[in-house]
């Protein structure tokens, strides 16, 4: 697949928010992505969550990134704000709180990074299914410490760091 990105600077505001998400699903189906609509279900929903996480704790301008690299979808966001995302423990009737969380289980890995200006917060997420028994995957389900392949999460390296920061080359 070629390489493809799009970036763009929205306010922090609710519209915003759901504009940018819009407009991100927008151009990743004009990229001629095969995505269904699962697919972009999550990817709207990583991007919705990451900038939504910006609007409430840091406010002012916030760039949303998406590049298509190597058969995986790179999400970032940069807001002005130096504090680094904390998961937390929503309780049954909290209405905030599970953002972190509802990102994890969308994505391959996700992370945070300081920047010169706040933070970039970021999600990775595979164009295609991980390979299953029906379709040439391991009999059985491959098995990572007893958890299936396709839903371990990653850590990510220094050479990961890297790549990351060459996809998303700081502001």
Do not use: Y
């Not at 995302?85 to 990102?103: F, H, M, N, T």
């Not at 970021?122 to 164009?127: G, T």
């Not at 390979?131 to 009999?139: K, M, N």
Request: glycine share 12%; with cysteine.
């Amino acid at each position: 697949m070629p390489h493809t990105r799009v970036g763009f600077t929205v306010e922090a505001t609710a519209a915003a928010v759901r504009s940018a998400r819009h407009r991100v699903s927008a151009a990743v189906r004009s990229w001629g992505v095969p995505c269904d609509d699962d697919l972009f279900l999550r990817l709207e929903l990583v991007v919705s969550e990451l900038l939504t996480n910006g609007l409430l704790h840091a406010g002012g301008p916030m760039t949303v990134e998406v590049a298509l690299e190597q058969g995986f979808f790179v999400v970032g966001v940069l807001d002005g704000s130096p504090a680094l995302p904390q998961p937390r423990e929503a309780e049954a009737g909290d209405e905030r709180g599970r953002g972190l969380a509802l990102v994890d289980a969308l994505c391959l890995l996700r992370g945070a990074e300081p920047t010169a200006s706040g933070k970039r917060c970021w999600a990775v997420l595979p164009v295609a299914a991980a390979p299953g028994p029906a379709d040439g995957g391991s009999p059985g389900g491959a098995q990572d410490d007893g958890v299936p392949v396709d839903s371990a999460r990653w850590s990510v390296t220094p050479a990961g760091t890297r790549l990351l920061s060459i996809l998303f080359p700081a502001p």
